[in-house]
């Protein structure tokens, strides 16, 4: 069985980094494409950053230049480095991930973590 953990939430002053982790298990077959999305109180779900299975990566306007999203092939692993944290960047961040081919978009994403808390404060 997939299962998607997430690690490396906290909380960190304006200004500050964090850097998120995803581990993969129950598969050894490499995900067509792998994301990480963001959930504040009171708001949507929004897509953060994806990355396919070639590598290519895209990113939400409000992190470009902020936030780089990369992948460990051999260990199956996600990372999410965030640098010039903002508070609101606050929110639950989750890994999730597709053995579909497709576009990457959130409603093709079969497997999500449970998420981990990341809190900026000013």
């Known amino acids: 069985q997939v299962r998607l953990v997430e690690s490396g939430g906290g909380s960190v002053q304006a200004g500050g980094s964090l850097r998120l982790s995803c581990a993969v298990s129950?598969?050894?077959?490499?995900?067509?494409?792998m994301g990480w999305f963001r959930q504040a109180p009171g708001k949507e779900r929004e897509g953060v950053a994806r990355?396919?299975?070639?590598?290519?990566?895209s990113y939400a306007d409000s992190v470009k230049g902020r936030f780089t999203i990369s992948k460990d092939n051999a260990k199956n692993t996600l990372s999410l480095q965030m640098n010039s944290l903002k508070p609101e960047d606050t929110a639950m961040y989750y890994c999730?991930?597709?053995?579909?081919?497709?576009?990457?978009?959130?409603?093709?994403?079969?497997?999500w973590g449970q998420g981990t808390q990341v809190t900026v404060s000013s």
């Open positions: 990355i396919d299975r070639s590598g290519s990566s």
């Open positions: 129950g598969t050894s077959y490499r995900p067509y494409c």
């Open positions: 999730a991930a597709t053995w579909r081919v497709g576009t990457c978009r959130e409603s093709e994403f079969e497997y």
